[in-house]
């Protein structure tokens, strides 16, 4: 249980059993040579020690599967959507829709299920508590872990942000400690997921033997384009569905033979002061006044310079030397002939052995697979997550890596990168090294019961 591996394992414990080396050493070396001299090295030795990072472990992670009475089919969602705004705009969903890479089992709220749809807040707070609680209690109930247990709540929620918070909501529902530390990130887009888990990581860092509680939702039913006339926001309507994660993390040494993975490193790229980047995807009113999010016809310019720049600085930090030689080489190259040569596209399945890319959409997934250099077998968990269920914003990267561990394809010292794009412009990665293999067979894998039926071709 976790209340004995407090007892039994904290920190603590490895500064006691130091301090007793240090001062059996003291007392040998004290006798041979110059005491300040020894206790300046014991002194600098046991500083070095204490101010060390914590490693930062997952202990595991779920996602939320809805219920079968929320499963629409394209042409389920194009007739209610083609009754409520029209038939201009239900042929322009149903062209986005069959080109978007969506299959016919993902899943709406009952909100949106109704002609015409609802969206106000009530549906939006009762929505995303179906989620968060249904995921959470997923989480708890298989690592067999206690409210009293985790020390530190974060909830990434882009465009529903309620008072009392979500953060709040789910510290009120589980009966959290009032010592709990808790966050919610608004506004930042899909990969908001990734930047809650930076967040966790910096608060583990100082805050010993806890755990940390990250959950990625989004409100489809508050995200809802009521509108017809702006075809930048349907489009919105089309991607997204219900989706949510929640991942435990941990500081406890004891819990690394116990966790999936391990943090490795995670780096932020933000574009936002560059105005095109900033502006490509804009919560805003339409001509008549009705609130949506606009994509802008520049979106993948400038995610693919937002990928650019994210992965110049992960590069260095996870690529072999060879291949950070053959970029430095191909970039003297091209300033000597003034860019007539090919910009050298680093391998970086030397560096990792899978990938989950935010399910953005089909063209971002193409693009992604083009620009990374990636097999069908490395962009397969990301494009049968989009065809499953759908665009579920920043909890994607994680019912990718759910399919990954339903094939059986995790092993021991696998390297896992997420990567994922958001507002702001944003592009966001973190990565993680398998501290184990994971079984198909895994309980309340979002894919279990049906992963064997996955791959399969998605018609273009």
């Known amino acids: 249980m976790l209340t004995e591996q407090k007892i039994s394992s904290p920190k603590m414990i490895s500064y006691i059993a130091w301090t007793l080396i240090i001062i059996l050493a003291f007392s040998f070396l004290a006798a041979m040579t110059n005491l300040a001299t020894v206790g300046m090295i014991i002194l600098v ?5 204490i101010n060390q990072p914590s490693n930062i472990y997952m202990v595991d992670f779920a996602c939320y599967k809805p219920d079968s009475s929320l499963m629409v089919t394209r042409e389920q969602f194009i007739r209610r959507f083609r009754h409520f705004l029209g038939d201009d705009a239900g042929d322009f969903l149903q062209k986005v829709l ?36 249904g995921v959470i209690d997923a989480l708890l109930e298989k690592n067999h872990v206690q409210a009293k247990d985790i020390g530190i709540v974060i909830v990434n929620s882009s465009t529903f942000s309620p008072t009392p918070s979500l953060s709040d909501t789910i510290v009120n529902h589980y009966k959290f400690c009032e010592d709990v530390v808790n966050y919610d990130l608004g506004g930042m887009g899909c990969s908001a997921g990734l930047i809650s888990i930076q967040l966790a990581k910096q608060i583990l860092q100082i805050r010993p033997m806890t755990y940390a509680l ?45 966790s999936k993975y391990q943090l490795v490193h995670v780096v932020r790229t933000h574009r936002g002061p560059e105005d095109r980047s900033y502006n490509c995807v804009f919560e805003e009113n339409d001509e008549k006044g009705i609130i ?20 110049m600085t ?20 091209r300033k000597v002939v003034k860019g007539k040569m090919k910009s050298y596209v680093p391998d970086f399945k030397k560096a990792f052995d899978h990938f ?14 083009v620009q990374l250099g990636l097999s069908k077998w490395d962009i397969e968990p990301s ?3 989009l065809f499953r269920f759908g665009n579920t914003s920043s909890s994607s ?8 561990e339903a094939k059986g394809r995790i092993k021991k010292n696998d390297r896992i990168w997420q990567i994922a794009f958001g507002s702001g412009f944003k592009c966001n990665s973190v990565v993680w090294k398998g501290l184990r293999g994971c079984e198909p067979t895994i309980a309340r894998n979002p894919w279990m019961g049906e992963i064997d039926d996955f791959p399969i071709q998605v018609a273009t």
């Open 383 to 385: 494009k049968m997550s």
């Open 292 to 311: 949506g999010i606009s994509l802008s016809k520049d979106l993948m310019a400038m995610a693919a310079q937002a990928l650019k720049a994210n992965i």
């Open 214 to 258: 990250v959950v990625s939702v989004e409100s489809i039913t508050h995200n809802c384009y009521a509108g017809s006339t702006n075809k930048s926001m349907l489009v919105s309507n089309c991607l997204f569905r219900i989706g949510g994660a929640a991942i435990l993390l941990s500081n406890f040494p004891s819990d690394r033979s116990r």
């Open 397 to 404: 990267v994680w019912y990718e890596l759910a399919y990954c």
């Open 45 to 49: 030795a046991l500083f070095y020690y």
């Open 356 to 369: 989950c890319v935010h399910a953005g959409g089909r063209g971002v997934l193409d693009e992604m697979e």
């Open 314 to 333: 992960m590069g260095p930090l996870v690529l072999p030397i060879s291949e950070q030689f053959n970029y430095v080489v191909n970039l003297l190259q």
């Open 98 to 133: 069959h080109r978007s890479g969506l299959g016919d089992k993902t899943y709406l709220p009952t909100s949106l299920q109704q002609i015409p749809p609802k969206s106000r807040f009530g549906e939006s707070r009762e929505e995303l508590e179906m989620v968060m609680f």
